[in-house]
């Protein structure tokens, strides 16, 4: 998760078809909502889909590269490690707890037709966490080398100076991201989806850059990445999108406003996520500073792994989250509490729907997609069976992990940020407890992903109990059921898939590049068929919002209904 986080908690999580009255000097315009619609879930979530689908695959493209070139060593370690103090920052500060506070007070003001406040509290934002974020990269910059001794004390002095290094040229991007976060909810409020999800894909295309181009004129060349991240960073996240808010009449002004209640409301839901230790913004950080004791490219082998884990994450979990974030924080501003209950189970429903079957045949099919994607150049056999077998582990607690932007979504669309951040830091002290009690067993590093999947399974289920009291309730047997039916289609086509593997083609295919690439598609895309089969035999609706979503590519969509059921977020995407 190193570089790809940004492609779902940097993007803001807001947009509406927003009715703004215009309101004339001296007059306080009105407060009530306007006319209730519902948000086009679909579409939002077809094309943040479509474009997270295309950040992963460029990531895809990206660490193949890295892999080919440099394969994994003590100088990708230093690379993956160099990227813990720039995160640690976007967590806290320019990533989730700005935009998970910021977007429902913001889309707030705008749908109850406050325009002018809006922009009142966006500049004031602005101004007061851009001092805010500028102060701490120029300390970590100053302290980069302390810094690096407390996220990977396991490192010898020069290895830690070139995470050093590498920190230092990557910290400035931070102040991107953090200003296009919030350039990002501005655009998603008023319908503009294109150049959001521009972002993470130009930032990997930079990164790219640096490893082929940049390389050749530094030392050592594993720099010339980091160079091309801030420069992907930079042009995504912050140039691309201030032109375009240009267009759209930004109406920024550098003032500081602390008593205006919006600006307050946005830093007192802020403050519970800056101070607690939540699961999903810091295991990454834990592990890399624990695999910094294993021998020499575990970091590298973990960062592999880890990023194909967060695959799945981004393509259904976080671009589902994004889709229905909006219709969320709607329902509940116009206390349409049935409908809002009916689209958050929909869209678990659907979350899971989609990744059992996913993290199974990722886990059976683990040797073939690395080798696929990674074993070229310097990445060897070895490295391959070491990232397979740690891709494994991560496997176990996908859908949870996908599980967890959807209900962080739902708990900060009725405004509640304290929550979700309590229930992560009690993950997160699990999560820091097993990796201590697991640490010289027998597992080695691979205690490090098991430890996670089962600290996100944990928090996954603790979310769920404590959002359905909030919500007044949700359709528990109706997901069990999906759940169970999931789980009975994907043991058919994964059982088969293993069976195939288990044959000479797929123990060839297991070290070699070609045979594994063939293997994997002739696999995945009759396994998807056979799955699509199985649960419509079984009659599960997602199988049919699967069908209306291919037959509606390329058609132009109807209205969704204003009242009645849950909005099928598959549907029309």
Partial sequence: MISDRRTGTAQAHSWFNVHVASTSSGTEPSQ??????????????????????????????????????????????????????????????????????????????????????????????????????????????????????????????????????????????????????????TLYARQRFAVPGLGPNVYNIGIIFGAVVLSQFV???????????????????LVIPALEMRKIGVEYRPIIDLKHPGVRKVFKLMLPVVFGLSLPGVYVLIMRAF???????????????????????????????????????????????????????????????????????????????????????????????????????????IPAWCLHPVLMRAFFSVQ????????????TALFVGLVYALKGSALGFYSLPLASSISAITLAVLMFTFVIPRTGGLDLFGILLTLAKSTLATLVFAGVTFLVLQTRLGTMSASHKLAAVGLVALLAVPGAAVYLGITKALKMPESSYLDRALAKLGKRREP?????????PMEGA
Wanted: charged fraction near 10%; charge should be neutral; include cysteine.
């Fill in 219 to 237: 030392s050592p060349g594993i720099v010339g990445m980091a160079y091309g991240a801030l420069v992907g960073a930079c042009i995504g996240n």
């Fill in 32 to 185: 009530q909502p306007s006319k209730p619609h519902t948000p086009n879930v679909a579409r939002a979530g077809g094309i943040m889909m479509a474009s997270l689908l295309l950040s992963r695959i460029l990531g895809l493209a990206r660490d193949m590269v890295m892999a080919g070139t440099f394969g994994s060593n003590w100088q990708t370690d230093a690379y993956t490690l160099a990227f813990s103090i720039p995160d640690l920052l976007f967590f806290l500060i320019a990533g989730g707890a700005l935009s998970s506070a910021f977007i429902p007070v913001f889309s707030e003001y705008l749908h109850t037709k406050r325009e002018k406040e809006a922009w009142r509290i966006f500049s004031s934002v602005a101004t007061v966490m851009s001092l805010a974020v500028l102060a701490f990269i120029v300390a970590a910059w100053i302290f980069a080398l302390p810094l690096a001794h407390r996220i990977a004390p396991g490192k010898p002095l020069d290895q830690l100076e070139l995470i050093a290094r590498m920190s230092r040229i990557l910290l400035p991007a931070q102040f991107a991201f953090f200003i296009g976060g919030l350039m990002f909810g």
């Fill in 560 to 568: 969704l209904p204003q009242d009645g059921g849950s909005i099928d």
């Fill in 416 to 427: 509640n940020s304290i929550t979700p951040v309590v229930l992560g830091t009690v993950a």
């Fill in 291 to 397: 695999g910094s004791y294993y021998p020499e490219g575990t970091n590298s082998w973990l960062y592999y792994a880890n990023l194909l884990m967060q695959a799945p994450l981004g393509i259904f979990g976080q671009s589902l989250a994004i889709a229905v974030f909006p219709a969320l924080t709607q329902f509940f501003a116009e206390q349409r509490m049935d409908m809002f209950r009916r689209q958050l189970a929909s869209t678990i429903r659907t979350v899971l729907y989609l990744t059992v079957p996913v993290s199974a045949f990722m886990a059976v099919a683990a040797p073939q997609i690395v080798a696929a994607l990674y074993q070229h150049g310097k990445f060897t056999p070895h490295d391959t069976e070491m990232v397979a077998t740690a891709l494994r582990w991560f496997c176990i607690g």
